[in-house]
């Protein structure tokens, strides 16, 4: 059994900086894929960021050079640092994990776990 935990939303002004973080409680294997995915308000979930277990990362041309996935392995917590934030990156934001490697930079693939979400709001 899979359990995840995003923390570390919160509201900022626009061009601030916030740190995700996603903590998975599983097993210790290195073929995974994670991501983070954003659904904000009267819009449909969207793709952010992946990585996978070998620390490949994939990212959404939107995100692309403002937002960095990355991973610590011993804790399984994945973060999303996001940098240069716009009123458009407000959402509540979602991580995600399947033990599907392949295609991990995909943003349509199916992912197995997902957490509850933590909500990020940017006011100009």
């Known amino acids: 059994q899979v359990h995840l935990v995003e923390s570390g939303g919160d509201s900022v002004q626009a061009g601030g900086s916030l740190r995700l973080s996603c903590a998975a409680s599983?097993?210790?294997?290195?073929?995974?894929?994670m991501a983070w995915f954003r659904q904000g308000p009267g819009k449909e979930r969207e793709w952010v960021a992946s990585?996978?277990?070998?620390?490949?990362?994939y990212y959404a041309d939107s995100v692309k050079g403002r937002f960095t996935i990355s991973q610590d392995e011993a804790t399984h917590t994945v973060y999303l640092q996001m940098n240069d934030l716009k009123v458009e990156d407000t959402a509540v934001y979602y991580c995600?994990?399947?033990?599907?490697?392949?295609?991990?930079?995909?943003?349509?693939?199916?992912?197995?776990?997902w957490g509850q979400g933590t909500q990020v709001t940017v006011s100009s």
């Open positions: 995600a994990l399947d033990r599907v490697q392949v295609q991990c930079g995909l943003g349509t693939r199916d992912f197995r776990y």
């Open positions: 599983r097993d210790t294997y290195s073929v995974y894929c």
């Open positions: 990585i996978s277990g070998d620390g490949s990362t």
